[in-house]
């Protein structure tokens, strides 16, 4: 089956440029922000389902519908998005509870032009973790996930909404830094061994060569510093999982959302983390992940027991929901 020109793309910008578009019609017209969101939300997923069927499911493991250009050649940034058959699916995951969580909104009347303009941005910044294969672009859209999110608990949320907000703010920002500080590290380690600082994740794993050759950046650090690096972004990326004990963000954020936030906020932004460690971190360095294989599977455990029997003392359906996820 034949996909559309920059069809990825498409699915990856189409919410966001209608972003200002709803609000700013929407501050005229009491319900056309929210069909505007409907309709765009709509359109998403009716693009993410015709390019799953146009995925190639013989070749699941491979990147396929690649956009690639060179976004600050100076710096090593590009604009690289593709999927393959992991990323496939939470795009698809993506665009399904978007569309049930807009649908899903009809209770919230106060300002609805900017909530729905917040939403398409999330939507946005959501898709775009789950495609982006450059570590810059990547960490761009992993961000950009936290200023709607906040709003949007912060200003339609429940009583205790600012508090829950600013926690989960202070909370994955803090991940982010850890992660954005690690990025750099090997984006300095990879340039200076091979004479090419790039933020290309295919190139920096070894998927793709580099200069005819193919590298790994893992090759290049020994293994007790790959250790340290690896905790680094498995407690970054842990963080939105998240695992105990950096998990006390999520109740409160789960319980002072609106309804259709706390959808996406259990059904998307926490899988984010798990993406993130299989992703990028194992990739990257293979030999410590399986250095570290069994403290992983106990904190493993560990969460599942743990959250698993708090979940069954709560009485708020919204905070048992919080406390099973992370179990």
Same mark, same amino acid.
């Given at each position: ?31 056309? =922000? ?32 690649v956009?690639y ?5 100076? =710096? ?8 393959d058959?992991?990323s ?11 569309? =049930? ?15 729905? $303009? ?37 200003? /339609? ?6 508090? $829950? $907000? ?25 340039? $200076? ?19 005819g ?30 695992i105990?004990?950096?998990?006390? /963000? ?9 309804g ?19 992703r ?5 360095f ?19 027991f743990?959250a698993?029997?708090?979940?069954? /003392? ?14």
């Open positions: 089956m034949e996909v559309l020109p920059y069809e990825l793309s498409i699915i990856l910008w189409l919410p966001i440029l209608a972003s200002p578009i709803t609000y700013v019609v929407g501050k005229n017209s009491r319900n056309a =922000a929210r069909w505007l969101a409907i309709i765009v939300s709509l359109l998403d997923l009716i693009l993410a389902l015709h390019l799953t069927l146009a995925f190639d499911m013989s070749k699941t493991a491979e990147l396929q519908f956009e250009y060179n976004w600050i050649p100076t =710096a090593g940034i590009s604009y690289i998005i593709g999927v058959g992991f496939l699916i939470m795009v698809l995951l993506s665009t399904i509870l978007s569309l =049930a969580a807009v649908i899903a909104s009809n209770h919230i009347h106060d300002s609805e032009h900017l909530y729905y $303009a917040l939403f398409l941005l999330l939507e946005t910044s959501l898709i775009g973790v789950f495609v982006s294969f450059d570590l810059f672009l990547f960490y761009v859209f992993w961000e950009l996930v936290l200023v709607p999110m906040y709003f949007l608990i912060a200003i /339609w949320g429940g009583p205790r909404r600012k508090y $829950a $907000a600013i926690k989960f703010f202070i909370y994955t920002h803090v991940g982010s830094v850890i992660m954005l500080v690690s990025f750099f590290y090997i984006y300095w380690v990879f340039g $200076a061994n091979t004479g090419t600082f790039t933020f290309n994740l295919l190139q920096l794993i070894g998927r793709t060569p580099l200069n050759t193919t590298y790994s950046v893992s090759q290049f650090i020994q293994l007790s510093l790959q250790i340290y690096l690896f905790i680094a972004l498995f407690i970054g990326f842990g963080i939105k999982v998240p105990v004990p950096f998990h006390t /963000w999520l109740p409160d954020a789960h319980v002072e959302a609106p259709p936030i706390s959808v996406i906020l259990a059904g998307v932004l926490l899988k984010m983390g798990g993406y993130g460690i299989l990028i971190a194992i990739p990257m293979p030999e410590a992940a399986s250095y570290l294989s069994w403290y992983i599977a106990i904190i493993g455990v560990i969460n599942m743990y698993g029997f708090v979940a069954m /003392w709560q009485l708020d359906l919204k905070r048992l929901i919080a406390y099973s996820s992370i179990s």
